[in-house]
């Protein structure tokens, strides 16, 4: 089984041009996410594992696939810490 990650409910977002700020509801907050980032956000709006959302950031920012994964599993690590993310099994 893999996990997967999406948005928890206690979360909105706010897109100012190509960049997102996540607001967490419950512990009034907010995280202004950089280009990838929220690229990878608006992905996590359905359930996506770290493989996944990885691969769309190859092809979309044409950047080397470990360097993408790293950086992938990093921020994902965040989004957990946060609380802004939760985990599925797919």
Request: proline share 1%; hydrophobic share 40%.
């Amino acid at each position: 089984m893999t996990w997967k990650y999406k948005w928890k409910t206690n979360c909105d977002m706010m897109e100012l041009e190509e960049l997102c700020m996540v607001m967490d509801l419950d512990n009034y907050t907010v995280s202004q996410l950089n280009e990838v980032g929220s690229f990878c956000w608006r992905q996590l709006e359905e359930p996506h594992s770290v493989e996944q959302l990885s691969q769309a950031v190859c092809e979309t920012f044409e950047i080397n696939a470990s360097d993408a994964a790293m950086d992938v599993q990093a921020f994902v690590d965040d989004l957990l810490a946060r609380n802004l993310v939760e985990s599925v099994r797919d």
